[in-house]
């Protein structure tokens, strides 16, 4: 299957699959993901309010005191002309108010009255001035952060509407992986045991230390034990190795012993083509999916911002993420009849996307330096100055690159 069609198809899924979304207080939604669109009850700001400290006034100076309006207060109206109130910043402005005059650029005359000029700007928000009372602020699929928190707080909102974040849980194959010391003897570390659950964490899931069980031993047997234990509790169980059909390959027949349905059973990409994603019958009537990831660890982290982070943007109802581009800075080589996914070093100040070195599908010194993969179509080649899409490398809430 091509590459975008792949992502398009595993996305379309996630999304068909998603959990129903639950009512949480605002500060349990940051990270989570708007299930409806957020609107303002009422306009903001909801009545007029000054925007600096002052006198609100009506009619020609020198104006009289004849009060003082604090945030929090509804005022009395002004009703006489050549009357001011003292108010402060934020405070309700008085009916029948016509300017502001700041503080500042106010006197003091020898009676008591209030002097000086207002700027002819009015010096106050304006009832929804930033937004009317029924308009959609955010859209349905924006994700939650300590800004969205604050403008529904603003609103007036006490819970929001959000869907929940899949549970992902991991499951590494093969008797060859060593989890401690350095790798000697025929035998290798497990590169990908202590790095995936952090990835997903990066696609917004959820991954709790007891989801990841590293190694499992290379019989079918236990490879589908431990796929069925996953399938508990996670919506996703990403699984490493055994993708291809070698004598130590279980994957493909511990998924037909669970009754599972291939969503997309390899992609043509390279690296990392023997990649897939299946879907499992829930207990509850949901599907859950497993993502198999090459053993390769390249590979496997290809799988992942191919296949994965598309299937976990559909089941967060999250958009498909519009993929930026950059200027290739050196050449890039094609792939033949599959798409290259090659590891780039962004120059932000240039805009453009350069090669890095070790990146062969089993090194991670490339991926290491690396910000994303450009993406060379299939039958083409990059060459300097092409405009090419670009995978990004998730990042932390809160980074930015």
């Keep these: ?7 398009a198809i595993v996305y379309a899924e996630g999304l068909a699959a998603a959990p129903p979304p639950v009512d949480v207080p605002l500060p349990q939604a940051d990270g989570r993901t708007l299930a409806e669109p957020l609107r303002t009850p009422t306009g903001l700001p909801a009545f007029p309010t000054s925007s600096v400290d002052g006198w609100a006034v009506r009619g020609t100076g020198p104006w009289r005191p004849v009060g003082r309006v604090l945030a929090g207060a509804t005022p009395p109206p002004l009703t006489g002309d050549g009357t001011a109130v003292e108010i402060a910043t934020g405070a309700m402005l008085p009916d029948g108010a016509q300017a502001v005059l700041r503080v500042e ?75 401690a010391g350095p790798p000697g003897a025929g035998r290798v570390r497990d590169a990908l045991g202590p790095a995936v659950p952090s990835w997903l964490r990066r696609y917004g899931c959820r991954v709790a230390d007891a989801d990841h069980v590293s190694p499992v ?16 509790d996670a919506d996703l169980v990403c699984t490493t190795g055994g993708t291809m059909h070698g004598p130590v390959d279980h994957l493909h027949p511990a998924l037909r012993e669970l009754g599972a349905e291939y969503v997309v059973n390899t992609v043509a990409v390279r690296p990392g083509f023997p990649m897939l994603v299946a879907r499992v019958p829930g207990p509850d009537g949901r599907p859950r999916f497993v993502a198999g990831l090459p053993g390769n660890p390249q590979s496997a982290i290809v799988a992942i911002v191919s296949l994965v982070a598309p299937l976990l943007a559909g089941l967060q109802g999250r958009p498909l993420p519009v993929l930026p581009h950059a200027t290739l800075g050196e050449p890039v080589p094609g792939r033949g009849d599959y798409t290259h996914l090659a590891l780039v070093r962004l120059d932000q100040v240039r805009g453009t996307a350069h090669p890095v070195r070790h990146v062969g599908s089993a090194m991670l010194r490339g991926l290491a330096q690396a910000d994303g993969f450009a993406v060379i179509g299939p039958g083409g080649r990059g060459e300097p100055g092409d405009r090419v899409p670009v995978v990004p490398l998730p990042l932390l809430p809160g980074e930015r690159p």
């Design 1 to 7: 299957m091509g590459w975008a069609q792949a992502r």
């Design 105 to 179: 650029e106010s006197t003091t005359t020898a009676d008591g009255r209030i002097a000086g000029h207002p700027r002819p700007a009015p010096e106050w928000r304006a009832a929804g001035e930033e937004a009317p009372a029924g308009t959609e602020l955010l859209p349905v699929g924006t994700p939650v952060d300590p800004g969205v928190i604050g403008l529904a707080a603003s609103c007036g909102y006490d819970t929001l509407r959000v869907h929940q974040p899949p549970r992902a849980a991991l499951r590494v194959f093969g008797d060859e992986l060593l989890t």
């Design 217 to 232: 031993a290379d019989t079918l047997p236990a490879h589908v034990e431990a796929i069925r234990a996953a399938l508990v």
